[in-house]
């Protein structure tokens, strides 16, 4: 175990409603790194949270919003469901943004 | 563009053997190399990572390879054992790229009895 948790372990939306993912960093570690990994595809990097600000992002619509509280846990907001959202979103924490990243078991998101 | 390729996409081998897996990439300027073990519907696992300077990496039975030159890396795992039956996936990082790894679609290797 790596010490990272998420939950909701599973969640069904329909089209167009809001969903919240959370993610717990192990200790010690300031840095969470968000990834949506699409059934038989590698994970792709959606962002980056660093000391509570965002420290990067990857190339996903601004309906995919995050933040970083003060214990450093994070969220992972999508807005206005589409059903291409349908996937495993993997959370990683780390102890600085370079370090290896230590995953979570994930949140297998069904959109219907 | 920032790429990472993996091949074979499937392997089965019989438990006790020895398989290697192969990942070719197209980042730059690279930072570090990293091959996962992802069980299914579960986060990766971290087995090794490489910088440029370094060539060959062990974890147990697990031993990578990195040619920064060819920009390849391989993943040997020897006497195979059930457990090891997982997605192998090679992660790319690129310096400056603030966390943004490029990962690989990763080789899915069943072990059989």
């Known amino acids: 175990e790596t010490g990272v948790t998420q939950s909701p372990t599973h969640l069904i939306k329909t089209r167009g409603q809001q969903v919240t993912l959370r993610c717990s960093s192990q200790?010690?570690?300031?840095?969470v790194s968000w990834y949506q990994q699409a059934l038989g595809q590698g994970p792709q990097f959606i962002f980056q949270?660093?000391?509570?600000?965002?420290?990067g992002r990857g190339n996903f619509p601004p309906r995919f919003s995050g933040l970083q509280f003060p214990n450093y846990s994070s969220e992972l907001n999508v807005n206005a469901l589409e059903l291409d959202d349908s996937a495993l979103y993997l959370c990683?924490?780390?102890?600085?943004?370079?370090?290896?990243?230590?995953f979570g078991p994930g949140t297998r998101l069904l959109v219907l | 563009k920032n790429q990472v390729e993996q091949s074979p996409q499937s392997l089965i081998i019989l438990e006790g053997k020895n398989c290697t897996l192969q990942?070719?990439?197209?980042?730059?300027?690279?930072?570090?190399l990293r091959w996962y073990k992802q069980d299914t519907g579960r986060g990766p696992v971290s087995l090794t990572i490489?910088?440029?300077?370094?060539n060959t990496k062990s974890n147990g039975r697990y031993t990578a390879t990195l040619d920064a030159d060819t920009k390849q890396s391989s993943l040997h795992i020897t006497a195979s054992q059930l457990s090891d039956s997982a997605s192998y996936i090679c992660?790319?990082?690129?310096?400056?790229?603030?966390?943004?790894?490029?990962f690989g679609k990763g080789t899915k290797l069943s072990v059989k009895p």
């Open positions: 490489m910088t440029f300077s370094e």
């Open positions: 992660v790319v990082s690129a310096e400056g790229s603030q966390g943004n790894l490029i």
């Open positions: 990942c070719n990439y197209t980042v730059s300027p690279f930072s570090n």
């Open positions: 200790s010690g570690h300031n840095t």
């Open positions: 990683a924490s780390s102890l600085h943004p370079r370090e290896t990243q230590y």
């Open positions: 949270y660093y000391r509570e600000e965002e420290n």
